[in-house]
């Protein structure tokens, strides 16, 4: 551990524990709507207002969001999972009305838990009674992202309905629907939705163990029943923080601690992996597009993706104004091919090293990337390294030791620390994550090369 956030767990909860609730719930004919309109109430200008809440359906349906803001969160519904909607931005002081619409494509009951709105809690994060705030713009740029999670209400408005049935039936909402099972944040120490039956469909929580699955950490994969006892055993695992206080009180508190030599290791270790795939394959993924079809990489992902980001649909007027993402991370030796996707500048940050199965939550958008880059829903969805650099890494070893790390800048040492290490290391924590283990132990490799050497 090199740096510690500061802030303590919350004193009633370590993150390991679970609950349970029961939903409230409608039933809905084929055809039948139901519109929850949530009124926010009048506030001062620039403070942060919120809607939004938790449900399921066992059926089809389709759902609507009419919000004041253009952005929000909104997971769809696949049965018997829960999903999750809602916003969060910096209101302008009057009174403001969001909606929620749902109608049955079949006969279905709606189950739904916690749905609020109102006057939120400035961004930040509340633990052991004190609250955290973050002032970080590009942190609280994209707040809708977290909702629900992210509302810590301030002041309340009011949550009303309305059904509209063809048969003028009086459908009414009632108690004790379906169970929801909640787990505690060992931040803030609110006990928030996730799902049992499909893990990965997260909600409040982010998974903990993904490619290194199943997850053998006990308080993250089995957590205990707060009134029982009883365990629960997950494969993946969840996070001891919600994904709210994982980004705006531990990692905005451990970023603001990186030092300009850390984030230069970032940069150096992205360096290294794209020369290490190019000096493997004697093959620059760019320069190779533009010899085969006469046009810049840049210029044809940015034409492909109508220009525009492909996560939060903001125009890119110009090729300049996009971010080529990986789609598949370069972090798991990706290039950056025609496979690429185009990202405005907060949503490639966002996104960062994650496979996209991890950032993009919703299944339709996952088949419609799928549809764009021509890579399988089946390798979008598995978290795996590129096997073709990994098994031209191994079959090339003693290039690789005696060539590439033997370089100029892979010998200099900054900071007390060697650039053909850092590669080492960074190239085993990639290695480890092939399916089957790490095809061999580097960093073991690369100690007794240098032992020879001396």
């Known amino acids: 551990m090199t740096r510690t956030s500061g802030v303590t767990s919350h004193a009633d909860t370590t993150g390991g524990e679970w609950d349970s609730d029961l939903s409230n719930y409608v039933k809905l004919d084929k055809g039948d709507s139901i519109y929850f309109e949530f009124q926010i109430p009048a506030h001062i200008p620039g ?37 999750k909607f809602g916003s969060m931005w910096q209101g302008d002081g009057g009174a403001r009305v969001a909606r929620f619409l749902v109608t049955a494509l079949e006969n279905t009951y709606l189950n739904f838990w916690n749905f609020g709105c109102g006057i939120a809690v400035n961004p930040g994060c509340h633990s052991g009674g004190d609250l955290i705030e973050c002032d970080s713009d590009s942190y609280l740029q994209k707040l809708y992202d977290i909702s629900p999670e992210a509302h810590f209400w301030n002041h309340e408005g ?29 931040r803030c120490g609110r006990y928030l939705p996730i799902n049992v039956g499909n893990e990965q469909a997260t909600l409040s929580f982010s998974n903990h163990c993904v490619a290194n699955r199943p997850c053998k950490h006990s308080t993250f994969a089995r957590p205990r029943n707060k009134k029982t006892g009883a365990l629960k055993t997950f494969e993946y695992g969840f996070q001891l923080e919600c994904r709210f206080c994982k980004k705006y009180c531990v990692n905005w508190l451990l970023n603001r601690q990186r030092t300009a030599a850390q984030m230069k290791e970032d940069g150096a270790r992205r360096r290294y992996f794209e020369l290490l795939i190019s000096e493997l394959f ?59 996707t185009a990202l405005c500048g907060s949503c490639n940050s966002s996104k960062s090293d994650k496979f996209p199965n991890e950032f993009y939550k919703d299944p339709t958008v996952l088949a419609k990337l799928s549809q764009i ?42 900071d007390g620390k060697i650039a053909a290490e850092l590669v080492v290391k960074a190239l085993q924590k990639t290695l480890d994550r092939c399916y089957n283990g790490a095809p061999i132990d580097l960093v073991a490799a690369y100690e007794r090369h240098c032992a020879l050497l001396r």
């Open 47 to 83: 403070q942060w207002i919120a809607f939004g809440g938790w449900f399921c359906t066992d059926n089809q349906v389709l759902v609507e969001i009419q919000s004041p803001f253009p952005k929000y969160t909104l997971t769809t519904p696949c049965a018997p999972d829960w999903s």
């Open 158 to 186: 009011e949550v009303i309905f309305e059904v509209v049935s063809s048969n003028q039936e009086n459908i009414q909402i009632y108690e004790n629907g379906h169970e929801i099972i909640l787990k505690s944040c060992n």
């Open 282 to 340: 004697q093959d620059s993924k760019q320069i190779s597009f533009k010899h085969k079809t006469g046009s810049e990489l840049t210029d044809y992902i940015w034409r492909k993706f109508d220009c525009k980001c492909f996560n939060c649909s903001e125009p890119l007027h110009t090729a300049r104004d996009m971010n080529l993402d990986h789609t598949r991370p370069l972090a798991l030796l990706w290039p950056l091919d025609e496979t690429a």
């Open 373 to 414: 880059t021509g890579i399988s829903i089946y390798e979008l969805q598995n978290p795996t390294p590129n096997m073709d650099v990994v098994n031209a890494l191994v079959r090339n070893l003693d290039w690789f030791f005696n060539n590439f790390l033997m370089r100029p800048e892979m010998t200099k040492e900054r």
